[in-house]
């Protein structure tokens, strides 16, 4: 059987990174065979592209030149990582997928959506999602979170309005695809968030077996 594909996706600071452990660490004591990786990234060329798109000296990125990077390295992901793991039954946790590419380069940066769903069937296929968790705050506090983290990245260094901008088009997309789309209140204190990551696990869970 196919496995299960999951992702996580929110603002910068909404707290990803936090709550892919904890989903890791729940989905492995509930006995899944897990892998976790993300987006861009999660193989060693996509990763090379990852550092060409976060590195801030790269200041002349055209928006088109950065969407195209964005699904080369998905079309690797996918190839090397993502669809042989799901093949084999593994279930495969990533953090961001293309609701990212809509939300940044679509909302962010206003490229056109239905360049943005050309390039997602080229790279894709059929293959989405099957559970997304959309962890929601404020602009305000995602950015006063992830200023604690230290050196802005090229994304980072953008203005709130540019995330005004993702957030909108991320509850957007949460209202447009409600049976895939979970929304997690990550304004919460940690251990809230945590609680409601889980009930939509264990949810999801018992609609699979
Ligand atoms: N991108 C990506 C695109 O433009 N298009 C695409 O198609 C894709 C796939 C890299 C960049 O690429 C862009 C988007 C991004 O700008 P990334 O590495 O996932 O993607 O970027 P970040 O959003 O920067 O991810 P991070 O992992 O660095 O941030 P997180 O995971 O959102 O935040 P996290 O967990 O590091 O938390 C931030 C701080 O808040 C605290 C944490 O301890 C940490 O200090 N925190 C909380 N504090 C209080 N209460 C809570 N509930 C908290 N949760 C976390």
């Not at 039954?89 to 679509?106: E, M, P």
Request: charge should be negative; aromatic fraction near 6%; include cysteine.
């Amino acid at each position: 059987m196919r496995g299960r594909f999951i992702t996580l996706e929110g603002i910068e600071g909404a707290g990803k990174s936090t709550a892919m452990e904890m989903i890791r660490q729940h989905l492995e004591q509930l006995g899944v065979d897990l892998i976790v990786t993300r987006e861009p990234g999660g193989t060693p060329v996509a990763e090379k592209i990852r550092i060409l798109l976060l590195d801030k000296s790269n200041t002349s990125i055209a928006s088109d030149t950065e969407l195209l990077l964005m699904f080369a390295a998905r079309a690797q992901h996918l190839d090397e990582l993502i669809l042989p793991a799901l093949e084999a039954g593994q279930w495969v946790l990533c953090d961001r997928f293309t609701d990212a590419t809509y939300s940044y380069q679509g909302g962010g940066r206003g490229i056109d959506k239905q360049r943005i769903a050309q390039l997602e069937q080229w790279v894709q296929g059929e293959l989405r999602p099957d559970l997304t968790l959309l962890l929601d705050l404020s602009v305000e506090q995602g950015l006063m979170r992830a200023g604690r983290r230290g050196e802005p990245d090229r994304f980072e260094q953008e203005p709130s309005l540019f995330f005004e901008r993702i957030r909108s088009c991320y509850l957007e997309r949460a209202k447009q695809y409600p049976e895939r789309f979970r929304i997690i209140d990550a304004s919460q204190p940690l251990d809230q968030v945590q609680q409601q990551i889980n009930k939509q696990l264990d949810n999801h869970l018992s609609h699979v077996s």
